[in-house]
């Protein structure tokens, strides 16, 4: 506390009283493509936190405005998301209009990479967006699932309800998923079957900030992270907006529904939403036939409010989240063994913040957050094992005014968590609790054609296991990051980053003895396990023209003390416990020098009026420095397809071809390529007041059998074959 107290003291002091300068305004008009007013659209100041929104004519406007750079936002539920810059000067208006497209989607934006607003061609990380209709299209109760598509990311999978994305080959502890920029608090990065607690369906968008985002949100995203953005904390509005989906699929007989609203009076804000999903048995491609016990069961909902004046804001958001899958773990029709997962996640979320651009600290936000998370593992319907995971979540972030050619944003965070498990599967003998703080920075000089970011974070990890046996351990560590944008030419730009990160063992990499059905082995930690520590660099070209929309990435990772699970070729027979054992392979957490390099591609060439050539690229080769392959890393994956689209309606076939996976790790069983034939498409009908998308997504369409390599039951449950989903949303505002 006497930490804390410092801090806001220090930034007490910072903030100074208004300046004198002569000001300015912004005025504009909002349009769709077709011509037509978007009345009620909000419109947002990103560095002044300053939100309106458009009259009966589309016009909106901002007085008082000091001079100077800005970027203003404008989003309405049935659109794309825009941005654009602008430059006021005192004394005199400025206008600045905007063009909607009727997609209720958009892929420009993220508030993820830095903390604030910017289009994705601008960030200096390489970020991939899906927005709300494409989430409809790819949906599936694991949001590992939903981005598998995404350049650079693959999904960890141990059947249908239990997916989680991997990032440029990393995955657990490694890849940070979020809501809204505030850690989830669950145990999927701890085991291949458990499932992240977030509902994909009530999302905004969902944002992947590939590479190391350690310096914003800690040691946990030194390979990403994943931020799924519901829209609620971005201002408010007049009158009521909301949206109500429903879809349906063969094979799986999937079912699913969700809806949300939102109601604005003045600067008051209220929301809530509600969705329900639920699969069968799915049927794997070829003759494999149905993956047994491989059904799901999920529904969530949240219900929040808040009130957003000019300089002050604060707001709550009440999260639940309910789900339960079944593992499949062997192909037995008559009687199979039936285990699985329930899960439970309650959260409370408060942000509240001020803003004045004419204080040296122009806007600051802090957010706390409690989530409640369990989960019971269940065989033939009896609980065997609850797992209890606590997590007191706080944040504070800053943002500087700009002084010169310098911006910023700096800030702290942490975490308190408590975990233990109680039953069969007691991995950690006794409660362990964890505490987290960090003190961070990231800094900004912003020159014409020339944009240079840099930055630091100090972080702390204490471990206090109940049992005295346990041994406490504590890691503080330093990670830092520099990256560079220059504008080359009109519409290109090279990007180009180097970071210095560090992570402190997870506490189940640390703890953990006992059998574990998530990874099919009997898992035993280390208590002596150092710190991993990073040195990465990260390159990029793009291209962004109306023409052309590209993207080339490069990485390498040179990784110290890399923590991996890794199989003895011994079974756990109970010996030594003098009872029988569980039979698993023993697998231990060791460590070892590693390096992680690879590439991504992605390209939309426009070849007519009236159709797109869609590409991509990805491929990562992971190893320790003796050469050996490490393990569970996706293979090289290729896609080629067509976006053929007239008006409102859009066609889109695709190729995917993923290679086999024989760069294995000891006893690991390599896996053979495919190729995949999909299908999407939608119609949109838009109108003054509401947008109707009608979609349809054929997958699989040759009925291929494919294997996920980074299952770690994939033999069992194999990737689903050939299926068609239906989906329908209107949105309306």
Known sequence: ?????????????????????????????????????????????????????????????????APGAYTVAVRQEGFGRASKPVTVAAGAPASLDFELEVSGVSEQVTVTATGTEQTTFEAIASVSNVGANEILSRASVGIGDVLNDEPGVSKRSSGAGASRPVIRGFDGDRVLVSTDGVRVGSLASQSGDHSEPVDPLAQERIEVVKGPATLLYGSNAIGGVVNAISGHDEGAHPGVRGYFSALGGTNNNQAAVSGGLEYGIKNWMLWGNASGQRTSDYEAGGDFGRVFNSFTRNAAGSLGGGYFGQKAFVNATYNYYQNRYGIPLDFRENDPELRSLRVWRNDTKVNFGYADPAWAISSMKFTVDFSNYR?????????????????FSYRGMFDQRKYGDLTGRFGFDGYKRDYETVGEEMLVNGPVKQNSFSVFALEELKYERVTLQFGGRVENNRYRPANASLPARDFTGVSAAAGARFALWKDGAFVANFSHSHRAPALEELYNHGPHDGSLSFEIGDPDLKAETSNGIDVALRHQSERFKGEASFYYYDISNYIFLAPTGQFDNGVAEGIGGSGFPIAEF????????????????????????????????AELKDGTSLPRIAPLRARIGLDAHYKNLTVKPEFVAVGDQDRVFINETRTPGYGMVNVSASYLIPTQHF??????????LTDRLAFNHISFIKEISPEIGRGIRFGYTVRFF
């Open 1 to 65: 506390m006497k930490r804390f107290s410092c801090f806001l003291l220090f930034i007490s002091l910072a903030a100074v009283g208004a300046s004198g300068q002569s000001t300015g305004k912004i005025t504009g008009r909002v349009m769709d493509s077709q011509g037509r007013v978007v009345h009620q659209a909000s419109v947002q100041i990103v560095e002044l936190k300053r939100t309106t929104a458009t009259d009966d004519d589309g016009v909106y406007e901002f007085a008082g405005i």
């Open 590 to 621: 060791r460590q070892g020098n590693a390096t992680f390099k690879g590439t991504e591609l992605s390209g939309d060439l426009k070849l007519t009026h009236y159709l797109n050539l869609l590409a991509g690229f990805d491929y990562v080769r």
């Open 691 to 700: 947008a109707h998308i009608f979609s349809v997504n054929a997958y699989n």
């Open 375 to 391: 989960h019971q593992e269940l065989a033939d319907n009896a609980v065997g094992t609850t797992f209890h995971n606590n997590v």
